[in-house]
């Protein structure tokens, strides 16, 4: 059984023994993918402020090219066109702000499911209570989880 959909900020693969979260959906990304632990937290908290980091310079650097621009003859193409890069560049940067570890399925304690939002109660790699929040999960995965009794 492999089954695999997708959520907010990327896709969660589920396999016999385990639940990743994946920034594509892709198997072969799960073998490098470790436990959620407190090095992984950290991990993916530089990821985060890395990516943010990119679209904040990014926002800036449109703010500097429009205000250069303003005095322009072509004003609304290019102000458009800054518009359009500022909004395709987060969509494409809030998919991969996603965290990426994966959770044994022995170690879920319980799951949550309430307006396309789903919650994971579970065992981390130290033994220790926690868990995650994943906005906007398909219908598929929300049918996935029901099948398998989790939700």
């Known amino acids: 059984m492999k089954q695999f959909f997708k959520y907010e900020k990327g896709f969660i693969n589920i396999n016999e023994t385990d639940l990743f979260l994946t920034k594509t959906g892709n198997w072969s990304e799960t073998d490098s993918i470790v436990e959620k632990s407190f090095k992984s937290k950290s991990q993916n908290t530089i990821k985060k402020v890395k990516t943010y980091s990119f679209y904040a310079m990014l926002v800036s650097f449109s703010l500097l090219l429009f205000i250069n621009i303003y005095r322009a003859d072509n004003k609304i193409l290019l102000?458009?066109?800054?518009?359009?890069?500022?909004?395709?560049?987060?969509?494409?940067?809030?998919?991969?702000?996603?965290?990426?570890?994966?959770?044994?399925?022995?170690?879920?304690?319980?799951?949550?499911?309430?307006?396309?939002?789903?919650k994971i109660y579970?065992?981390?790699?130290?033994?220790?209570?926690?868990?995650e929040r994943l906005e906007n999960i398909?219908?598929?995965?929300?049918?996935?989880?029901?099948?398998?009794?989790y939700i």
């Open 79 to 118: 102000t458009t066109a800054i518009i359009l890069l500022i909004v395709s560049s987060f969509n494409y940067i809030k998919v991969g702000s996603g965290s990426q570890y994966k959770i044994p399925l022995s170690k879920i304690d319980k799951m949550d499911y309430s307006f396309k939002s789903l």
């Open 138 to 149: 398909e219908e598929k995965g929300i049918t996935i989880l029901k099948k398998l009794g």
């Open 122 to 131: 579970f065992k981390n790699k130290e033994g220790k209570e926690d868990f």
